[in-house]
């Protein structure tokens, strides 16, 4: 059994079988590998009785759940008006400058990945951003250098 | 002009002068048909936006013969501009709690569901934490009644109840065709209960504070108060519990930068007033509605900027499934740009205005309906900075 | 009896029934309202909203997705519903390549029609067609996905879900990016597809057609070194009518070969005679199959035996249950039986080079381009079918020729390979090749004919979605003692939601049939996916008739009696299930993934 096969097989367990637990199911696997590549929906529609193009089609609507290879750390930097206002794009600049990326990509290292994404929740505390699952608020240049740097020292 | 309020502080969602295990105690032993009658003399209407009366809801789904019921806690809060749910959720989590189980009793459901919106994922651990703690308090209780917390992967439409129903179910999240209404056929076509985070906790506080206490505050369209979310161009962003009723002058006055151009009122699907409506415009139902989203812009800001900044966000967010919101989005989004740069005239600007009507009228749900709130209140009110 | 609801559409009253649509009600004061996503065969999707009426108090509703309510005020032709419609028209159009000239489906497009009711002269709107990166898919042999035509009504998404249980297609991404995608957007060829064919009947535009092959049977016909032969298949007779001015349930069996016949064809044959030799081949294999199981226990017999005539039930059991091969019926299809004699045993009794044979097709389906082009189908030392052709291509061939169908002659087929019998007409329907089985294998095994009246076995007719029929053997001759007093138990079913029920009942164990007939299109070939579009079950309805007329109409109506089927055992293959019956007739299944 592949490794792709044996973390399927124990999140469909752990969670069921029913399509309810679809969503559940394609998170466990993003948590996991950050993405979602065909082994993994190959192997949940075989779990789940659907087929792969339903498994795909569903999880290609929801942004957080990546079809793309993702790096260890997301970045989602939020692009509403209000973080706009705040200088998002100098945050975004920053980010670029000091990742060498564009929106949309991956570092050579498969470290980060740049990607904007829609209100988070953080307008009163503006620019905002996601890495993984956790919000930072209120940034500035600096701030992101330092955010930056502590997780690339962190390996 | 209408019953207006001036603005008033309130503390009720966020008090802690409360004991919400007493409340829910009380609460479970009163008759069903008290709670509603409460909750319909509160006057209280859904917080998420678009307001339909709470005890009508738990009412119709009462009477709905069933062998499964369910209540869903909606805590996909993805309004541009609003943020006041996640502050309920890690301010005061057993009051959303409490609100459910109180559901749970009127309507007939043994289960309920939290669906968090994927950004907020790192409240999960502590929610969870206390939700065992809360599922500990039911027992010693003798309530029968458990509730799961499913999470979003970034969808703003699965705030849309019946997307929310379709996501909940492993499906892309696309609304449904109603009727049905959820009351009769919501998560796996069984009657359902589906409330805002912040309704949830008027739900529950109305059956400490009593029906008529909360209808003291507001208007007649609009009772109570409600938990404000303002950003952008303020001293003081943040959240704020306030009466409704008041005009968007006295808004401005306590939470503008002195130089307020206009403010979005209800998020990227709200309405833009102008300054020179914010004197007539009162704040609820009987005006321009809100979810809880202020958006404060001073005459520094391009409202080019902020219409073309909605435009990309509703053009990504549409399901896609119908016409309407999935095509006229882009035509939306494509047509100010062509005008802007002056490839289309400025005539162009009242095609989409039609377009816009057109949506309204036709889209299959709420998103594709309140594109044209934005649009057109942007458009009219600032035609010029669509051009320059 | 059940409920009447009233309501008022444009000021008159009408009642349905409860549980019907605005859009029902709509029709019976006989108002079109326009529609593109719904379709009769499908569940309501509500998501084009083209068909927009204005329900006073209300504003505009989508009456396909609106139950008719007591006292409802319907307005279908207001100001606002105009100006609506023709705002949604022009916003698909904006979408769209209406490069409709170039189009395959011109003149048979929903869209179009609409487009050209609301007189959409002037574009509106900004064309969206450059910002996008449509594609368009030409891998599979059969079904080509043109994204740059595609309105995004997802009834191809419905059917392959809903009538197939395949999800091939699905609906992908969200927004401004949403579009009908296979997984991951690889190419058909390479997915689940059983190129059924059943998405382009449903699909309104371009975005799904038939890959067609008209230049290239035109050119072997215009190659004078070539002799060119065609088979038609028993759904084409009945349904090609449609495409030509007929109405529905036409047989135009006569005209059809008189078409081909003009069209240059050198030799006119009929598919139905390999039907008759099906059944000869599958009926002596299901015999065998019960006398080792039942007489030598031989456990490695599997059984219950399903046909294998439907190439899109073939491909869709090797790609969702690769584990019940060995059930399938080793038989090939009626097709590839006709291509594999027509380039060995017609190519003797003519004299003729197989070289110089181009053997053509007409068929109600588009899985048969599959199943021609399939590697293993090459026993007569070359490519057994050269070309399959839908009915739709036939009728647009015969259009260019410029003939004049609902006037020309009947003619009768050409020898060899031209005679039939009606159990091989009925084929076409759904539980045809289980009543044609029936018919021979009773009377082998018992001498006598089926004791149903006129030999039409009722039991196994109809559209029921699985069906079953339990025929007892008694007194049968010397050579089928040991099926004396069994209970043959046959299932049928259509439409491959319903093969995968039942095969799924079947591997579970829950099942014990003896014989499984199977058809990938609901309704079986008289509906299947080359046939001619619309397709509704009032159609279908229309053509079934159609066929079992044929079938009493014929003078030979068991397959064993067909007098070629006689020679050519005699001539050329020996005994069913002969040594040159397995080189020639039966072929072998692979395998595939789900995906």
């Known amino acids: 059994m592949s490794n792709t096969q044996q973390m399927v097989k124990e999140l469909v367990e752990k969670h069921g079988r029913e399509r309810t637990n679809l969503m559940a199911i394609l998170q466990g696997v993003v948590d996991q590998q950050n993405h979602l590549d065909d082994q993994a929906i190959i192997e949940i529609a075989r779990e789940m009785d659907l087929s792969a193009a339903q498994v795909y089609g569903t999880a290609s609507f929801y942004t957080f759940l990546d079809i793309k290879p993702r790096g260890e750390y997301v970045i989602r930097l939020c692009r509403t008006i209000t973080c706009d206002m705040k200088g998002k794009r100098e945050i975004l600049h920053t980010l670029e400058n000091l990742l060498k990326v564009n929106i949309g990509e991956t570092t050579p290292d498969n470290k980060f990945t740049l990607l904007e994404t829609n209100c988070l929740g953080w307008c009163h505390k503006g620019p905002a951003m996601l890495i993984n699952n956790k919000a930072y608020t209120e940034l500035t240049p600096e701030k992101v250098k330092e955010i930056i740097t502590e997780i690339k020292h962190k390996s | ?388 | 009896m059940s409920k009447m609801i009233n309501l008022n559409i444009d000021g008159i009253d009408v009642s349905v029934e409860e549980g019907k649509t605005v859009l029902d009600a709509a029709k019976k004061i006989k108002v079109k309202v326009p529609t593109l996503c719904f379709h009769e065969d499908l569940c309501v999707a509500g998501n084009c909203r083209v068909c927009v009426v204005e329900q006073e108090g209300k504003g505009l509703i989508a009456s396909c997705a609106m139950p008719a309510q007591e006292g409802m005020k319907i307005h279908t032709n207001t100001l606002k519903v105009r100006r609506s419609r023709k705002h949604i028209i022009e916003l698909l159009l904006s979408e769209h390549n209406a490069d409709c000239t170039k189009c395959f489906k011109n003149g048979n497009c929903e869209l179009q029609e609409l487009a050209n009711e609301y007189r959409t002269g002037n574009q509106v709107f900004l064309d969206l067609v450059p910002e996008k990166n449509y594609t368009v898919d030409q891998s599979s042999p059969s079904i080509m996905k043109d994204d740059s035509k595609c309105i995004r009504c997802q009834r191809c998404v419905r059917t392959c879900e809903q009538l197939q249980a395949v999800s091939a297609l699905a609906v992908a991404n969200k927004g401004g990016n949403m579009k009908i995608s296979s997984f991951f957007d690889r190419p058909m060829h390479e997915v689940v597809c059983t190129n059924c064919g059943q998405c382009i009947n449903r699909c309104p535009t371009g975005a799904l057609i038939e890959v067609n092959d008209i230049e290239n049977v035109w050119d072997a016909i215009y190659d004078e070194s070539k002799h060119v032969i065609i088979q038609t298949a028993p759904a084409v007779r009945i349904g090609l009518g449609e495409e030509l001015g007929f109405d529905p349930g036409k047989r135009v069996t006569g005209k059809m070969v008189t078409a081909l016949k003009r069209l240059g064809f050198d030799s006119v044959l009929d598919t139905q005679f390999t039907a008759d030799l099906t059944i000869m081949e599958e009926g002596t294999e299901l015999l065998t199959k019960l006398k080792k199981a039942l007489v030598d226990g031989d456990e490695s017999v599997h059984l219950p035996m399903t046909t294998s005539c439907s190439p899109g039930w073939v491909k869709f059991i090797e790609h969702t249950f690769p584990e019940l091969l060995d059930n399938v019926s080793s038989c090939k299809s009626p097709q590839q039986m006709f291509g594999t004699l027509a380039k060995t045993y017609y190519a003797q009794k003519r004299n003729l080079d197989p070289k110089d044979i181009i053997s053509v097709s007409v068929m109600p389906c588009t899985a048969k381009k599959f199943e021609a082009d399939r590697p293993e189908m090459t026993d007569s030392g070359y490519k057994d079918v050269d070309y399959a052709i839908t009915t739709r291509e036939l009728a647009i061939m015969v259009k260019q020729a410029g003939l004049e169908f609902l006037e020309l002659e009947d003619q009768k087929f050409d020898s060899l390979m031209g005679d039939s019998s009606g159990a091989a007409t009925i084929f076409g329907a759904t539980g045809g090749v289980m009543e044609a089985a029936l018919r021979t294998a009773y009377e082998i095994v018992t001498g006598r004919e089926v004791p149903f009246k006129n030999l039409n076995i009722e039991p196994v007719r109809g559209f029921g979605g699985v069906r079953e029929a339990t025929i007892k053997i008694e007194d049968p001759v010397e050579d089928w003692k040991f099926l004396d007093g069994v209970e043959l138990r046959c299932a049928v079913a259509h439409g491959l939601a319903n093969a995968k029920e039942l095969m799924q009942a079947v591997k579970d164990g829950k099942a014990n049939y003896h014989f499984i007939e199977i058809m990938a299109c609901p309704g079986g070939c008289l509906g299947g996916g080359g046939q001619p579009i619309p397709t509704n079950q009032a159609i279908r309805d229309k053509r079934a008739k159609a066929i079992y007329e044929e079938d009493m109409d014929l003078p030979v109506r068991k397959s064993h009696e067909n007098p070629e089927i006689v020679k050519i055992y005699e001539d050329f293959l020996g005994e069913p299930l002969g040594h040159k019956s397995h080189e020639l007739l039966h072929t072998k299944y692979v395998a595939r993934e789900r995906y």
Request: hydrophobic residues 35%.
């Open chain 2, 1 to 388: 002009m209408a019953d207006t309020k001036q603005l008033k502080r309130v503390d009720i969602i966020f008090t802690e002068d409360c004991n919400y295990k007493d409340i829910l105690s009380e609460a479970l032993q009163s008759s069903n048909e008290d709670i509603v009658q409460s909750l319909l003399n509160s006057g209280l209407r859904g917080r998420g936006g678009a307001g339909f009366p709470t005890g009508m809801k738990w009412k119709f789904t009462a009477q709905e013969e069933s062998d499964e019921k369910f209540i869903i806690c909606n805590a996909d809060e993805g309004e541009p501009g609003t943020f006041k749910d996640r502050e309920i959720l890690f301010k005061v989590p057993f009051k959303v709690f409490g609100g459910m189980a109180v559901g749970a009793k009127v309507i007939g459901a043994k289960e309920g569901y939290i669906y968090l919106r994927g950004e907020y994922k790192f409240l999960l651990d502590d929610l969870q934490k206390h939700l065992d703690e809360f599922h500990n308090v039911l027992d010693e209780l003798n309530f029968d009644f458990r509730i799961k917390i499913v999470t979003g992967a970034g969808a703003y439409i699965c705030g849309e109840e019946s997307a929310l129903f379709e996501s909940m179910e492993g499906k892309r999240g696309e609304p449904r065709n109603k009727p049905p209404y959820p009351t009769t056929y919501g998560y796996k076509g069984k009657p359902t209960v589906i409330n805002n985070v912040e309704t949830l906790v008027y739900a529950l506080m109305i059956c400490r504070l009593g029906g008529e206490k909360f209808k003291e505050l507001g208007t007649d369209d609009s009772r109570g108060s409600k938990v404000f979310s303002v950003s952008g161009d303020t001293p003081i962003p943040g959240i704020y519990e306030l009466e409704l009723g008041m005009t968007l002058e006295n808004f401005v006055e306590e939470f503008g930068d002195g130089d307020t151009k206009s403010v979005q009122v209800g998020g990227a699907a709200g309405f833009c007033v102008p300054r020179k409506h914010f004197k007539d415009t009162i704040i609820g139902f009987e005006g321009v509605p809100t979810g809880g989203s202020m958006m404060i812009f001073n005459s520094s800001r391009s409202m080019y900027n902020v219409i073309h900044n909605y435009l990309e966000f509703f053009e990504e967010e549409s399901c896609g499934q119908c016409t309407p919101c999935r095509v006229g989005c882009q035509q939306l989004l494509l047509g100010v740009e062509a005008v802007k740069r002056g490839d289309k005239p400025i005539e162009y600007l009242n095609e989409l205005l039609k377009l816009t009507e057109t949506m309204k009228m036709t889209s299959k749900c709420g998103l594709g309906q309140s594109v044209a709130n934005s649009f057109a209140s942007i458009v009219d009110n600032f035609k010029e900075e669509m051009i320059y």
